[in-house]
Nanobody, 121 residues
């Protein structure tokens, strides 16, 4: 499985971005998919995950109410809509796929290359 994340960029505080993660090589329809982020000088942290069916989502407290995760199972693609962005959201965002329902990075088997999100104040 190859995951490719894209959609990052530079946005002002309060703005929005939508990240996408496209899977290829094989279907990830049976996998939980998630987003993690890593800010400069900080450890990678969990952002959000979505169930295999797309029916259940879970968010870190820091993004709850601002970010919305969805997936198109048929298209093997996941989307992260990020609204009301803050400078603290600045990070490289990584998408990942796991056979487990987890918020722990080590439980994710496949990773994308990351896309940079920069939020200016």
């Amino acid at each position: 499985v190859q995951l490719q994340a894209f959609g990052g960029g530079l946005v002002q505080a309060g703005g929005s971005l939508r990240l996408s993660c496209a899977a290829s090589g094989r279907t990830v329809s049976s996998y939980v998919m998630g987003w993690f982020r890593q800010a400069p000088g900080k450890e990678r942290e969990f952002v959000s995950r979505i169930s295999a069916s797309g029916g259940a989502t879970y968010y870190a407290d820091s993004v709850k109410g601002r970010f919305t995760l969805s997936r198109d199972v048929a298209e093997n693609t996941m989307y992260l809509q990020m609204n009301s962005l803050k400078p603290d959201d600045t990070a490289i965002y990584y998408c990942a796929a796991s056979p487990y329902t987890s918020r722990t990075a080590a439980m994710y088997e496949y990773w994308g290359q990351g896309t940079l999100v920069t939020v200016s104040s």
